[in-house]
């Protein structure tokens, strides 16, 4: 069964934003022991040429960078960012500059395919070994962006995850709440976090709608990206953002009771493959015919699993919200010749991937 509703985008009015996502995503059914329903949000097909849970950070995101102006965006990740692809992808169709600066990460396959499509979407690529050298880096484009036009490159933090990137996801949750039949929300969502700004943002808007549907943010980095603390600053400053632009909507407490931080699938750490995370993107596949991946998604659909095993989800309606890319750009990186990428970034096409990303 699946679900749909009309396009409505409270947000848009009172925000600079520009379109760049296919809303709603649809929301199918899945069937799995242990729940008393799974739905699965398909932010896969969030967006085209790519998909996944930056194309909503970007559309307020790169829509403050155009509104400001700028005609360069810098971000930040490691070195196979799923956000600085989206960044690089999504700016280039704007007409935006982009700078990556890309810090090193255990290795796996999906990171030669995105630094290779960032490098045919235009993008400077510009691997930073550390945090010195990526101010370093910084510094450098600012002094070469101000040179050749006069202005300032538009900042977007590592995964999009300011206020400004999160209200995507309090948009998101209005879209659930639009689609889905109240009597139908689910009890609970499982998503990955990692820097918080989609677990956030969903949050914020399921209160604001009044709505009690419990978030599982599944841990896949560590502080700062990932913790309490960031989850509590990042909720108050994005409802205060909110606020601002509109003082009907209220200024809320930090919901504890509806917010789980789950660090207990992280693993050895951020794009280290798991197990079970592995066997999660294996069942998946096989009961709802969605493609996950070990860094993020994996991780998270995981954490649902061993709940539903334990019992904890008996009867209850359960949400996962896909929020990796399912658009594939296999065509866009062939022939492709990786030698023409940075040095630095060599060494991913030439060394073995993790043992858990060979199977
Ligand atoms: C970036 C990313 C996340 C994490 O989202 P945050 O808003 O940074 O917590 C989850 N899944 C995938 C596939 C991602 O690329």
Same mark, same amino acid.
């Given at each position: 069964?699946?679900?749909?509703?009309?396009?409505?985008?409270?947000?848009?009015?009172?925000?600079?934003?520009?379109?760049?996502?296919?809303?709603?995503?649809?929301?199918?059914?899945?069937?799995?022991?242990?729940?008393?329903?799974?739905?699965?949000?398909?932010?896969?097909?969030?967006?085209?040429?790519?998909?996944?849970?930056?194309?909503?950070?970007?559309?307020?995101?790169?829509?403050?960078?155009?509104?400001?102006?700028?005609?360069?965006?810098?971000?930040? =990740?490691?070195?196979?960012?799923?956000?600085?692809?989206?960044?690089?992808?999504?700016?280039?169709?704007?007409?935006?500059?982009?700078?990556?600066?890309?810090?090193?990460?255990?290795?796996?396959?999906?990171?030669?395919?995105?630094?290779?499509?960032?490098?045919?979407? =235009?993008?400077?690529?510009?691997?930073?070994?550390?945090?010195?050298?990526?101010?370093?880096?910084?510094?450098?484009?600012?002094?070469?962006?101000?040179?050749?036009?006069?202005?300032?490159?538009?900042?977007?933090?590592? =995964?999009?995850?300011?206020?400004?990137?999160?209200?995507?996801?309090?948009?998101?949750?209005?879209?659930?709440?639009?689609?889905?039949?109240?009597?139908?929300?689910?009890?609970?969502?499982?998503?990955?976090?990692?820097?918080?700004?989609?677990?956030?943002?969903?949050?914020?808007?399921?209160?604001?709608?009044?709505?009690?549907?419990?978030?599982?943010?599944?841990?896949?980095?560590?502080?700062?990206?990932?913790?309490?603390?960031?989850?509590?600053?990042?909720?108050?400053?994005?409802?205060?953002?909110?606020?601002?632009?509109?003082?009907?909507?209220?200024?809320?407490?930090?919901?504890?009771?509806?917010?789980?931080?789950?660090?207990?699938?992280?693993?050895?750490?951020?794009?280290?493959?798991?197990?079970?995370?592995?066997?999660?993107?294996?069942?998946?596949?096989?009961?709802?015919?969605?493609?996950?991946?070990?860094?993020?998604?994996?991780?998270?659909?995981?954490?649902?699993?061993?709940?539903?095993?334990?019992?904890?989800?008996?009867?209850?309606?359960?949400?996962?919200?896909?929020?990796?890319?399912?658009?594939?750009? =296999?065509?866009?990186?062939?022939?492709?010749?990786?030698?023409?990428?940075?040095?630095?970034?060599?060494?991913?096409?030439?060394?073995?991937?993790?043992?858990?990303?060979?199977?």
């Amino acid at each position: 069964m699946a679900f749909s509703a009309p396009r409505r985008q409270p947000l848009y009015a009172s925000h600079p934003h520009t379109r760049l996502a296919r809303l709603p995503t649809p929301v199918h059914e899945a069937v799995l022991p242990g729940t008393g329903r799974l739905l699965i949000k398909r932010d896969d097909v969030s967006g085209v040429p790519y998909g996944g849970n930056k194309v909503r950070k970007l559309e307020f995101l790169l829509g403050r960078a155009m509104a400001a102006g700028a005609d360069a965006v810098i971000t930040f =990740g490691a070195a196979g960012s799923n956000h600085a692809l989206a960044t690089a992808i999504y700016a280039k169709l704007l007409g935006l500059r982009c700078h990556s600066m890309l810090v090193p990460q255990v290795n796996a396959r999906s990171i030669c395919r995105n630094l290779l499509r960032g490098y045919a979407a =235009g993008a400077r690529l510009h691997p930073c070994a550390n945090r010195r050298d990526t101010a370093l880096c910084v510094a450098s484009v600012f002094r070469e962006t101000y040179a050749r036009s006069g202005r300032y490159p538009h900042v977007i933090p590592p =995964g999009g995850s300011s206020p400004v990137g999160a209200l995507g996801f309090v948009n998101a949750a209005f879209e659930l709440a639009d689609q889905v039949p109240e009597e139908g929300m689910p009890d609970v969502i499982y998503l990955p976090s990692g820097t918080m700004g989609t677990c956030v943002g969903l949050l914020l808007g399921l209160r604001l709608r009044g709505l009690e549907t419990r978030i599982e943010a599944v841990s896949v980095t560590t502080a700062p990206f990932s913790c309490m603390e960031k989850a509590k600053a990042l909720f108050q400053a994005t409802n205060r953002l909110l606020h601002a632009a509109d003082p009907s909507l209220p200024l809320l407490a930090f919901p504890h009771h509806q917010f789980s931080f789950r660090k207990e699938f992280l693993g050895a750490g951020y794009g280290i493959y798991t197990t079970d995370g592995v066997a999660a993107v294996r069942q998946a596949g096989a009961i709802a015919g969605i493609r996950l991946e070990g860094t993020y998604t994996g991780k998270a659909f995981a954490a649902l699993l061993a709940d539903a095993r334990r019992g904890a989800l008996d009867g209850k309606r359960v949400l996962f919200w896909n929020t990796y890319n399912g658009r594939d750009f =296999g065509a866009d990186i062939e022939g492709l010749d990786y030698r023409e990428l940075p040095i630095p970034f060599h060494a991913y096409f030439e060394q073995d991937v993790q043992p858990l990303d060979q199977v």
